[in-house]
Nanobody
C-alpha cells in the first residue's frame, strides 16, 4: 500500500507558475501508474494528467495541454506537476493518485490510492 502527500500549492496571479510535488512512501513507487486530478468547489473531481510507470507515456486533459507537464522521479519516489500560464479556472484542490498496473489511466475510478490534496488558487 502506498501513501501519498502533495505539496507546492498556493496563491498565484494569473499567468504565473507553480510546481506541485507528490511524495510517495510505503511501497515501490515504480510499480504505480500515477495521475493528477483536481476538484473545484461545487464540481466533480476531474482528470488533469497521467504518467506511466517508466515515464514513456503521458496524457493530459485538453484544458491543461501545453501549459502543464507531469513528470516523475522513481529513484526519489516523487511525482510532479509543473503548471505554467495559470488561469483563474485552474483554481482547485489538486490530488495525486496511484494505480497498480501498467499504462496510463484517465478515469478516477481506476486509481486505488489518493493523497489529501493541495490547494491552488489563481487570482485574476
Amino acid at each position: 500500500q502506498v501513501q501519498l502527500v502533495e505539496s507546492g500549492g498556493g496563491l498565484v496571479q494569473a499567468g504565473g507558475s507553480l510546481r506541485l510535488s507528490c511524495a510517495a512512501s510505503g511501497s515501490t513507487f515504480s510499480r504505480y501508474t500515477m495521475g493528477w486530478f483536481r476538484q473545484a468547489p461545487g464540481k466533480e473531481r476531474e482528470f488533469v494528467a497521467t504518467i506511466s510507470r517508466t515515464s514513456d507515456n503521458t496524457r493530459y486533459a485538453d484544458s491543461v495541454k501545453g501549459r502543464f507537464t507531469i513528470s516523475r522521479e522513481n529513484v526519489k519516489n516523487k511525482l510532479y506537476l509543473q503548471m505554467n500560464g495559470l488561469k483563474p479556472e485552474d483554481t482547485a484542490v489538486y490530488y495525486c493518485a496511484a494505480r497498480t498496473g501498467p499504462g496510463i489511466a484517465v478515469s478516477r475510478s481506476w486509481y486505488n490510492y489518493w493523497g489529501q490534496g493541495t490547494q491552488v488558487t489563481v487570482s485574476s
